[in-house]
């Protein structure tokens, strides 16, 4: 119960805020979104993979693989619409020795306050 407290209160790992997370996907940087497919559809940013928390949960060894990211990809940005639910991705993802795992402090909300492009409500 203390490690997701940790998680949740900012002690559980690395954060960017969003202006930093775009400045990393123009260095190469992946941003994974971990909310589910609807929310996805209703708006996300550009370059965004899709990788729901509910899949992360039933199988995170396999996870961010399943993703098949450019060889040499290291950061791994998370996001989700507050950063509540990245950060419990982060946490999971924990032990991908892979990647690195950083949130993207405040999610989407921040990401869209700070006018970082956010793609059209698909229709």
């Keep these: 119960m203390i490690g997701w407290l940790k998680t949740l209160f900012g ?11 775009a400045a990393r996907m123009r260095d190469g940087a992946a941003l994974v979104d971990v909310r589910e497919p609807a929310e996805f559809a209703r708006g996300h940013a550009p370059g965004a ?9 039933a199988d ?9 990211l450019p ?5 791994v940005l998370l996001v ?17 020795i892979r990647h ?3 949130n993207v402090a405040g ?16 229709r």
Aim: aromatic residues 2%; contains cysteine.
């Design 100 to 102: 690195r795992c950083v």
């Design 107 to 122: 999610g989407m909300n921040a990401w869209a306050a700070a006018d970082l492009p956010v793609t059209p409500p698909h």
């Design 11 to 21: 002690l559980g790992g690395a954060q960017v805020p969003a202006d930093e997370a």
């Design 60 to 68: 995170t060894s396999t996870a961010i693989e399943s993703l098949g």
């Design 71 to 75: 060889e040499g990809t290291n950061d």
């Design 49 to 57: 993979r899709l990788l729901p928390l509910s899949r992360i949960r």
């Design 80 to 96: 989700c619409q507050s950063g509540v639910r990245s950060r419990i991705a982060q946490a999971m993802l924990a032990k991908n």
